[in-house]
């Protein structure tokens, strides 16, 4: 069997065995090393370069550990096995969902749910107040300038997200030495 098929046969059982992120890694270690694609060490490197990178950290590292194992094929391949399970089950529920579109209990359930939406949210907003702490408790201005310029290219002026993350990046730049 070719490495390409390997890869994403792998990452596919990966995939349909774990619920991302961290619980990805120790099957990643396991499967790298009896297919005699990487050492521990290179796979903690991986880890390691998954985590600082943007995006999912299981999906991450299947890209990182496909490239070292594949080159470019095998990153979409890994990438590919990786995602799709999840991706099945959630166009599945999407077109579940769609025949159910004006069904009344459904739609008593999604109102239903929006207080615990708006929760959730709420509860992330009080866990990400430390991104607004400066040394020793106190609020960051800088940090808490950027938030409110965001929050109102987001809310008053439409910007679309990618352009808002810019803004708030080169306004975090101009006023880090704050």
């Not at 739609?107 to 990400?128: D, H, K, Q, S, W």
Request: charged share 10%; proline share 4%; with cysteine.
């Amino acid at each position: 069997m070719s490495t390409i098929l390997e890869l994403f046969l792998v990452f596919f059982k990966i995939g349909a065995c774990s619920f991302g992120g961290l619980s990805m890694i120790p099957v990643i270690n396991e499967e790298m090393v009896r297919h005699g694609w990487m050492t521990l060490s290179e796979v903690s490197d991986i880890v390691a370069i998954a985590e600082m990178t943007p995006g999912p950290l299981g999906i991450n590292a299947a890209t990182f550990a496909g490239i070292q194992a594949g080159g470019l094929l095998g990153a979409v391949a890994a990438t590919l096995g990786a995602v799709t399970c999840g991706l099945t089950l959630c166009l599945a529920g999407s077109v579940f969902l769609a025949r159910l579109k004006g069904n009344p209990y459904l739609e008593r359930f999604t109102y239903g749910i929006r207080p615990v939406c708006i929760g959730i949210m709420l509860a992330t907003a009080v866990n990400l107040r430390a991104n607004y702490q400066g040394t020793g408790g106190a609020v960051s201005i800088p940090a808490l300038v950027v938030g409110l310029v965001s929050l109102w290219l987001l809310v008053k002026r439409n910007w679309p997200v990618p352009r808002v993350i810019a803004a708030a990046a080169a306004l975090g730049l101009l006023l880090g030495g704050l």
